[in-house]
């Protein structure tokens, strides 16, 4: 298939996609204090932190970062949403575009990573986003010369981690990614569903991070509009992907031994997002801004020399079953 490269020029298209962002951020952290329950009861709520990069600065923009911590429910959520703009691409962009090196952009997104207190409730990370680059990116959007736009591309996708596996749980994840992407392309599922196992893998560790999902990057060959479609189709579908997992996993039952299992491996969370995770590489190398950026960490992680397993125990099922690229669905 050829790769379209869709731009747009207008501020009108900025205001929109902003628009849908914030509006996604909205309706995923309201859903969440839902879930936590009345502060009364230890519920916890989120706290809002609206920032801003003034001009002068490398990067400019503006953004509102959203961060739940010590819930009932979520030891630490955090969801943020983002528009910025700077003089060059980082690296970590342009490593499938080598022409746009060096260009202006303008990016601009939402992503989550929720840490729940229950062991046997999944960690999850969702994120979609549009990217501009080129002549008239940097700052507004606007049109560049001869009337042209700049080149935009969209990513995103969401993940399952979870410390104790549960097929029911992977299979009704993976069926809300493949029901999102349904209506734009009946290949795509399973080419974004091995992009995600390929992506969410831990090198140095010969280890995936989860279950998988779907991940996509570099995406522009729909045309704009469709695009952008797709994109908001898998941002609507993360609350039914996610929310009834974390309602039959939240009052099970768990004492020390899940508690210090849990650690151990958001360890190898920790790990992922500061090596691998082209997200953060890109927050960091572009001068963003560091408390956004790190929101996906978790409050408490451990490491342990050489743990293995106790043979036929749960904790050994983890790797053994669902840490393992197949198909869920």
Known sequence: MTTQKPTFNTADTVARVRGYLEGLQ???????EDIEGPQSQGGARFRSDAWRRESGSALQGDGITRILEGGRVFERAG?????VSGPRL???ATQHRPELAGAPFEAMGVSLVFHPRNPYVPTVHMNVRMIAAGTGAAGTGAAGQAGQGPICWFGGGMDLTPYYGFDEDAVHFH???RDALAPFGEGLYPR?????????????RNEQRGVGGIFFDDFAELGFEQSLAMTQSVGDAFLGAYLPIVQRRMHMDHGEREREFQLYRRGRYVEFNLVWDRGTHFGLQSGGRTESILLSMPPLAAWSYQREPQPGSPEALLTERF???????
């Open 192 to 204: 974004f569903k091995t992009w995600c196992d390929e992506y969410f893998y831990l090198k140095h």
């Open 79 to 83: 969801c943020g949403f983002s528009h």
């Open 26 to 32: 909205a309706r995923i952290t309201s859903a969440l």
């Open 90 to 92: 980082p690296p970590s």
């Open 175 to 177: 069926r809300a990614c």
């Open 323 to 329: 840490l393992q690229r197949r198909d869920w669905i």
